[in-house]
């Protein structure tokens, strides 16, 4: 009888995405970033990367970040909104939907609360 081989999860690209956009977003000091694994709940995306922003050029400077360095690796953006008001940016990149807040966006709207029922990883900072 031939032996059963262990079998041990393979982050999907879309994961692995999440996880480099979550890198580029502390790069650029955001704060409070989390992963939500909503693959079970929602056929709108795969992941949303979310994070908090202490002022306005600091949200450029995420949303100009992780646009520029995913392009350059090979996955552009689909679209980007909020940037002309910088509360709350949003980067749709098809399978993951990054979402940059304003501390105050981020209390008023408690996105968490909204897809609670998503597998939510925090993201901290190794330095």
């Known amino acids: 009888m031939p032996k059963k081989k ?16 979550s890198e580029l977003m502390l790069e650029k000091k955001a704060l409070d970033i989390k992963i939500i694994d909503v693959r079970n709940i929602t056929t709108l995306t795969d992941f949303f990367v979310i994070c908090t922003s202490e002022s306005e050029p600091q949200s450029r400077a995420i949303t100009d970040h992780v646009n520029l360095t995913m392009k350059t690796e090979g996955h552009a953006s689909w679209h980007t909104e909020g940037y002309q008001y910088l509360d709350w940016v949003l980067v749709d990149f098809v399978n993951i939907v990054v979402h940059i807040f304003s501390k105050t966006a981020r209390e008023y709207y408690e996105f968490e609360r909204l897809w609670a029922d998503g597998t939510i990883t925090e993201v901290q900072d190794e330095v």
Do not use: Y
């Open 6 to 21: 262990k079998i041990t999860p393979n982050p999907s690209g879309s994961q692995l995405h999440a996880q480099r956009i």
